[in-house]
C-alpha cells in the first residue's frame, strides 16, 4: 500500500515537472520572440509639423501593442502574470518622467506557470544613431 502511494507522488511531480517545463519554453518563446514590427510602429519619427524629428517610443501606443500582443499569445499558457514596462533616455538608465520622450524601453514579463516554476525575464529595446553603434 506505501508503494502505490510513493508511485502515485512521484507520477504527479514527474507530470507536473513535465507540464511546467513545457509551459516554462512556450512562455519563453511567445515573450522573446515577440513580434518586432510592433515597436518599429511606435517610434515616432516626424513631428507635427511634417518634418524629421528625434527618433523615439510613443509610451501609449507601445504599451498597447504590448499588452495586446501578450494577453492575445500568452493566456493560453498562463493567466497569471505581469508586464511591467520602463522607458529610459537615451542611455538607457536613466528612467524617463512622463514629460520626456523615451529612446529606450525594458520590458519585464513574470508568470506564475506552477508550483515548482516561475518565469521572470527581460527585454530591452532602444533607438541608436549610426555613429554610436
Do not use: W
Not at 19 to 38: A, H, P
Not at 112 to 132: A, H, P, V
Amino acid at each position: 500500500m506505501l508503494n502505490c502511494i510513493f508511485y502515485s507522488l512521484f507520477f504527479i511531480l514527474f507530470v507536473n515537472l513535465s507540464v511546467g517545463s513545457l509551459r516554462l519554453t512556450q512562455i519563453n518563446r511567445t515573450f522573446l520572440s515577440s513580434y518586432k514590427g510592433m515597436y518599429e510602429a511606435s517610434v515616432v519619427t516626424v513631428g507635427s509639423d511634417g518634418e524629421p524629428i528625434y527618433p523615439y517610443f510613443d509610451r501609449p501606443t507601445l504599451k498597447e501593442y504590448v499588452h495586446t500582443f501578450i494577453e492575445e499569445k500568452l493566456t493560453r499558457y498562463t493567466t497569471k502574470y505581469a508586464l511591467v514596462m520602463n522607458f529610459y533616455k537615451e542611455d538607457g538608465v536613466t528612467e524617463c518622467s512622463k514629460d520626456e520622450l523615451a529612446r529606450c524601453v525594458k520590458i519585464n514579463l513574470k508568470a506564475d506557470i506552477n508550483f515548482l516554476f516561475t518565469y521572470d525575464k527581460s527585454q530591452s529595446f532602444s533607438i541608436k544613431d549610426r555613429e554610436n553603434i
